[in-house]
């Protein structure tokens, strides 16, 4: 059984790591927070202060004073990696009018450790006048400075639903809270980048159409002669097939090469191509929807419901029935692949065109 004692570790041991990584940030001069790491403070602050804060940065960017907010509780934050006094003074002076009128009690929630003293802050306090904070503003460094060792004890009175709430939330976001913290190498790259997930394009290997239009010569009659237009269109038709291929991720690919390993020539609704059942490749294949949808995009294939004279209730069928310009190419690719004892894996996945 799980204890609330398990869970709090879990919750504290990711708020000290988060700790540490801000305070690496802070001696890089890196201080700025992106909205997404408000917002996982504010759905914190949410669950273990009551409150329903929004984040006031997602209507008007950078807003001064302030980042997140409740006007019911009249509480407003300002989340920081910055623990200093200047930081506290400075958060303080930009809290405009409107501000005033929406919020009573201004917090500074500081992701790392907080300072042991704030007598500059107390001093600038007491001397209004000097340093710009506005009289009517009601402020204690004790309790409104608060970090994350601060949270982390609020953590342990919190009843058991609520820790496994916040501890989900945590577990959920904290990866994502990690990378937006990261600092950059020497290079300004990070460890963690957007462009590394990305998947590398393929590189395509083309054939010039030269043994394809050779082997479709052999069916237009004795009397027909291979010209070059005959080459010409089945390279055109290579590419053009070749570069919708290359628009889709390499599993979509790897699942169009798997339906032509897996189709039969039905005589249904497809008459000149080879199909599959729409259930049974659902059955067999769980995201099969989405598949079907980005290679219908690129008109690589049609999926049709019509209904057949004499069987009606026939589920819907899958036809590998491209989209292609050159008719020879696009009725022969199947036999050629499968005459010639070629790969679907290989063409259709790797993009590898050289036996055409």
Same mark, same amino acid.
């Given at each position: ?6 869970? #709090?570790?879990?919750?504290? %041991? ?9 305070? *690496?940030?802070?001696?890089?001069? *890196? ?22 804060? +929004? &984040? ?15 006007? &019911? ?18 958060? *303080? ?35 209004? =006048? ?36 916040? !501890?989900?939330? =945590? ?31 393929? =590189? ?21 002669? *291979? ?24 599993? $979509? ?6 339906? !032509?390993?897996?189709?039969?020539? &039905?005589?249904?609704?497809? $008459?000149? !191509? ?24 690129? &008109? ?7 209904? =057949? ?17 050159? %008719? ?8 050629? +692949? ?8 290989? #063409? ?9």
């Amino acid at each position: 059984m799980i204890t609330s004692g398990y869970l #709090i570790g879990q919750i504290i %041991d990711e708020f000290s790591a988060l700790g540490e990584q801000a305070k *690496l940030r802070n001696r890089l001069g *890196l201080s700025d927070l992106s909205v997404f790491s408000e917002n996982f403070f504010r759905d914190i602050l949410d669950i273990v202060e009551k409150l329903e804060l +929004v &984040n006031t940065n997602e209507d008007r960017a950078n807003e001064p004073g302030v980042d997140l907010g409740d006007e &019911n509780a009249k509480v407003a934050y300002q989340v920081t990696t910055t623990k200093t006094s200047d930081k506290i003074k400075n958060t *303080l002076k930009k809290i405009t009018p409107a501000q005033r009128e929406k919020y009573k009690r201004f917090i500074v929630l500081i992701i790392g450790e907080k300072q042991d003293k704030y007598d500059s802050v107390i001093t600038a306090l007491s001397d209004r =006048v000097t340093s710009g904070i506005e009289p009517s503003i009601t402020f204690d460094p004790d309790t409104d400075i608060v970090d994350l060792t601060d949270l982390a004890r609020k953590v342990v009175g919190l009843p058991f639903s609520e820790i496994q709430r916040l !501890h989900k939330l =945590v577990q959920d976001q904290m990866a994502q809270v990690k990378i937006e913290l990261q600092v950059p190498d020497a290079d300004g790259q990070y460890e963690t980048s957007g462009y590394k997930l990305w998947e590398p394009l393929p =590189v395509p290997k083309l054939g010039d159409g030269t043994k394809f239009a050779a082997w479709d010569a052999q069916f237009r009659g004795p009397k027909h002669i *291979l010209s070059e237009d005959d080459i010409h269109a089945a390279r055109e038709a290579i590419e053009e097939l070749s570069g919708r291929l290359h628009k889709l991720p390499r599993i $979509t690919r790897e699942f169009f090469a798997m339906l !032509h390993e897996r189709a039969d020539k &039905n005589n249904l609704r497809f $008459t000149d !191509h080879r199909s599959l059942f729409v259930d049974s490749v659902g059955k067999t294949y769980p995201s099969a929807e989405i598949e079907l949808s980005l290679l219908m995009a690129q &008109n690589l294939l049609d999926v049709s419901h019509d209904p =057949v004279p004499f069987n009606e209730h026939l589920p819907g069928e899958i036809g590998l029935q491209m989209g292609l310009g050159d %008719d020879s190419f696009r009725l022969g690719f199947f036999d050629f +692949v499968e005459t010639n004892k070629l790969s679907f894996r290989r #063409i259709l996945g790797e993009l590898d065109f050289s036996d055409f």
